[in-house]
């Protein structure tokens, strides 16, 4: 198959070892950087044009699409799907889990179990938002933010109200959460390719840290996770409508709480972590489900 990875960089890990599994299993990968590939939308026959060339209509695309790109990254996906390549994960499904807020209004509606989240707008109504968090200690998150960024823990009332407020001033949009203690500053990664979770690992956040993130500097382990955890996360990636997803969940005294959906998870953490060879399974999901024309939206919606 002609397979094209959207990525902004060949030399990522993630990339590398996608490049790598499609040539270990015959495939003809290539790696495409949305950022200067454009789009002829004008004409009935919709086409991706790339240094002046016309791309080729590929069998199927993996879209690795950054946070920072995903209006222009989508853009482009969506003209695949248009021109009937198959996506590994489709452009409005990417866009839909772009937003934090709306993903989970999508997944409380299908009752998964998620951390208590408010959000408002106006000031005047912060002592409220913080009863519907559970009151304190909770956390405030900037929609926007990624990797533990705009993260921040608030212990008392007080520092609740106040940072509420600077964020508000600053018009930055935030959901104010229920702080899950019980997770002691742990969450766990469910790596879902099709309708099962692949890998899964625990990260660990550093001691006196709350956040996980790797990148915040957290440990990552292999875990054994429990049937209902394993199910929240197919249910929730799939609620998403994404073929692949990195789930993230909490452990509560409830159960599983799903945090976050990631339409493009990374490879190099669960692939060190678990020794799984991820990318040939994302890989082999292409090859039973890779055909042409077969975009549930065809980027519509
Ligand atoms: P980002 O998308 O920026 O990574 P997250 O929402 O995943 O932001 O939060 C970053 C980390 O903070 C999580 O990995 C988790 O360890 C911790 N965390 C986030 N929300 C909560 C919460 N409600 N209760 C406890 N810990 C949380």
Redesign the pocket.
Same mark, same amino acid.
């Given at each position: 198959m002609k397979i094209a990875i959207l990525s902004r960089n060949k030399k990522l890990y993630s990339t590398r070892r996608l490049v790598e599994a499609c040539e270990q299993r015959g495939h003809e990968p290539m790696v495409v950087d949305v950022l200067r590939s454009y789009m002829d939308i004008a004409s009935s026959k919709p086409e991706v044009h790339f240094n002046g060339e016309s791309l080729p209509a590929f069998d199927a695309i993996i879209p690795r699409i950054g946070a920072s790109v995903t209006f222009y990254g989508t853009a482009v996906l969506r003209q695949f799907e248009m021109m009937g390549s198959f996506p590994l994960n489709e452009s409005v499904a990417i866009s839909r889990s772009r937003d934090k807020l709306r993903s989970l209004q999508l997944l409380s509606r299908k009752g998964i179990g998620l951390?208590n989240t408010g959000f408002a707008h106006d000031p005047g109504d912060i002592p409220d938002l913080i009863k519907m968090a559970g009151g304190t200690p909770l956390?405030i998150?900037l929609l926007e933010?990624?990797?533990?960024? !705009?993260?921040v823990l608030a212990e008392t009332k007080k520092a609740a109200e106040s940072v509420i407020e600077a964020f508000m001033g600053l018009k930055a949009n935030i959901m104010v959460?229920?702080?899950?203690k019980e997770?002691g !500053?742990?969450?766990i990664r469910c790596f879902v390719v099709g309708d099962k979770v692949v890998a899964a690992i625990k990260?660990q956040?550093q001691p006196g840290e709350?956040?996980?993130?790797l990148h915040r500097g957290g440990a990552a382990s292999l875990i054994r996770i429990t049937p209902k955890e394993r199910a929240t996360a197919v249910k929730a990636a799939k609620i998403m409508g994404l073929n692949v997803a990195g789930v993230?969940l909490?452990r509560s005294g409830r159960g599983p709480l799903v945090?976050?959906v990631n339409s493009s998870p990374g490879l190099e953490g669960i692939e060190t972590a678990t020794g799984k060879d991820v990318a040939g399974l994302i890989i082999e999901f292409i090859e039973k489900n890779g055909k042409p024309h077969r975009t549930r939206t065809r980027g519509q919606g």
């Open positions: 951390p956390v998150k933010g990624t990797q533990g960024i !705009g993260v959460q229920e702080y899950i997770a !500053g742990a969450d990260r956040a709350f956040r996980s993130n993230d909490l945090m976050e």
